[in-house]
């Protein structure tokens, strides 16, 4: 059954105040779709004109757009507190609850309480699950793995021998941690496979996208620090480490022992060569293909990588590059007509 | 067993005549592979040379050339009846018939008749699945999914809460569909996930290739049209629109928000940025990154994309961009011995 | 329980000879990282500083250099000898032994002997499964398939019906063998899906990464060599054929029939269009776009790639481009004011 609030309620659990009437909200929406038990917001100013368009019963909105509609929600991020509305809206994922009898648990794997625990997960020897952590259907969990409290793993997602996972992570389904490292090498006895015998350790409060795929370590561990985001798709390749709070998009690729800094960005389809440095704060652009050292605070796009104002130069003018090609055989030839060129050859000789 | 089938029993089955003997076909092969007892089929005049050649019993062919072969299944499109005689030949996937008892099925769950249920298959509350479906090994249909009828869903598929499928529809092994769209922002309060409330909407006779993914809408849905066909490996972000008939290669990226007409195609590896819109019939090359829109009936390539016959000149330039430097140079020089440059520079002041 | 060695076990399971005492050894690690119980290595002379320092408990190291230890181990191939030690320490995954009553297998399926069964693992008619081969909770084998000895399935792996495994290989958690390639053309009567009834076949000792996907032909088959290591999220299309030894690396796509050589590495994103022939012991850089075929030998990059130096200059220029765009308008305005190109227009009219 899906919640309502009325406005003053969702006001109050924002600690933000409301005009208009008290309706009741029965979802959020845009302010191109919503009807009129509907909340809504705006928080770019380019939509204003949409205020008189929409059929949202309220919207959330700065102070001095308050006056163009009725019922309002008042606050100075629009989009943050709707994004907190959201979550009120938000039922959970999956409405089974407690431990079936169809997974396998080792016995000698310690549970946390409250736990939910779905039909054909399994739990190897010796892992820890902490308290409230919800297991879907399909999931893997390797010996000795430590889970913290308030984990999620959704169907089919893996975990191999060894991992770390922090307090309140979400792993999405068909997401695959603690795979072996690409380790391999050719060698006058053919081609060797060195055993990979780390593991990936993740902070507090990660989430990993679906299909995405993290390597364990050769030796010591890959890790990802507290609050990191990752897409779907994403491959990070063993002794890789990822610091705090960054955005790694869909299908970037990470290769072994590069290191990423805090509040990075790397956009989708981006690739870091290995043993590379990422300072903090650097954002990366999409399909960039970074092939040396990036310093800290930096901006950059294109493969290989330029700073990214040459690279909207570059992007700009290749389109010119045939015309270049024209221009500079014209100047050849006015050159050639006038003997200047023959000159000059004949001066250096 | 496999089938076996006279050749005018296929030329029957098709609707097309045919020449020589009536021999038993045991299966279908290309003319390089065929041997006596298989069927194979012209359908590229270069490749006319093979026919002396080709070992097979029989060969698909257009009238022209019947008179080269002697047993011929003759058509005006040998490749389309081909197709049609592989579907002859084709086995279903799976012999495994009815609902295992090792499946978990909700019991609100509705399930339509004549389904195929393999073991570990996790079925949620409130999902209805239409009549004729097969869902293999750990598939995961969360609660409130809708599935069409005729619908296939390979093993350890998965369907995030509320994904509407269409009839028809072939989601390959490992796809996921209604995963989190990737809703994150960087607020003066750390980073807060936007919680994905809205789902996706999958049309009829959409197939979904093996480890896709595509996100559920933050609000609203994802959609994908009536018959496009997703290859394996692509990222579809939340809030994508697909048209119909499109074909989306292998390891295509699409950001959230973005919009793709109807009968466009999708090369390997593309990148389609966020909120942009493609019109119909957009052919968009291999390994290209869309950072515009583009209009209907574009053919498009590069990273960031130029129209195609621009990106062929500019990538024959390429190479010679070496050599251009250097011949920037010596003109230069050239005019530095005249001093044309330093009196023109003169002249500027 | 972690295993332990002395140093002289250690010496002489590798067929070495060591000096120092004969200390316990009870894990490897790197020069910066090891113990005083750990075994480290030197094998690039570049890190010869380090020995200084580190606090490991004996090096393997050349002779040359053995003097600037107490306890060591002596070789010519320190690197491989340390892998073999890798091999030494690493753990099995898994605890799990026997056949779990909880998994599905068709009584028509011929299981060797000394395998591994996990719960949920589901086995299809008539699959023969060689001795000692390891299935890990949610593989699926379709029906028909041959998988040989020694072949490990990690969790949620899958071959479709037919795949063919030959002895020694390792499919990493999530991927996907046998899937139908992408079979489908725009036809008058709409878009056709042709029937993939081909399959894939894999030889000895091959590796296969998490969540790649490997598309089985339409005829025939897609075949993978013996000892070539695939690396996770790689995409194989139908029909392709790569041969022994090579490095496919983490996010490659490989587009239908494409041929690769023997020894060949294909560096990270890079992308190899359908049809194209790639020769033996070739080298692809990272996100290289291949858009034709690459002789034997050759070393390649970029996207459409051209030979690596080529590449390489490229790449050094490009940054330069707008400063070449200014060169030439300067170039021009100074012939301008001469009248040089107007004199030169007007002569070639």
Not at 79 to 101: D, I, K, N, R, W
């Amino acid at each position: 059954m899906p919640k309502t609030y009325t406005l003053s309620q969702i006001a109050n659990e924002l600690g933000l105040s409301y005009q208009g009437d008290d309706i009741t909200i029965t979802r959020v929406n845009t302010l191109e779709e919503a009807i009129s038990t509907e909340l809504s917001f705006l928080a770019n100013p380019k939509y204003t004109a949409q205020l008189s368009q929409t059929k949202a019963g309220a919207v959330i909105i700065r102070k001095e757009h308050a006056h163009e509609v009725k019922n309002a929600i008042i606050c100075e991020e629009p989009y943050y507190a709707f994004a907190q509305c959201m979550a009120l809206f938000s039922e959970p994922e999956g409405t089974f609850t407690g431990v079936s009898p169809f997974a396998s648990i080792d016995p000698s794997a310690e549970i946390g309480e409250n736990c939910t625990i779905y039909p054909y997960v399994y739990i190897g020897a010796n892992v820890k699950l902490g308290d409230n952590c919800k297991l879907f259907p399909g999931t893997y969990i390797g010996e000795n793995c430590l889970i913290g409290e308030d984990c999620t793993m959704y169907p089919n997602s893996v975990l191999m021998s060894r991992t770390v996972l922090g307090d309140n992570c979400t792993i999405q389904p068909g997401a695959i941690l603690g795979t072996d490292g690409y380790g391999f090498v050719r060698t006058p006895h053919g081609i060797h496979k060195i055993p990979q015998i780390g593991k990936v350790e993740i902070g507090e409060k990660v989430e990993i996208g679906a299909n995405a795929a993290i390597d364990r370590a050769a030796l010591s561990a890959t890790r990802v620090g507290d609050g990191t985001c990752i897409d779907n798709l994403v491959q990070i390749g063993h002794n890789v480490t990822i610091g705090k709070d960054c955005f790694i998009i869909s299908q970037v690729g990470i290769a072994g022992s590069a290191t990423i800094g805090d509040n990075c960005t790397l956009a989708g389809q981006a690739g870091i060569a290995g043993h590379l440095n990422i300072g903090n704060n650097v954002t990366i652009g999409p399909q960039a293909g970074v092939a040396r050292d990036i310093e800290a605070n930096k901006i950059v796009s294109g493969s290989p990588t330029t700073d990214y104002s040459t690279y909207m130069r570059i992007s700009a003018l290749m389109p010119k590059l045939p015309d270049l090609f024209k221009r500079m055989s014209k100047i050849e030839k006015a050159f050639a007509a006038l003997d200047l060129l023959e000159s000059q050859e004949k001066k250096e000789k």
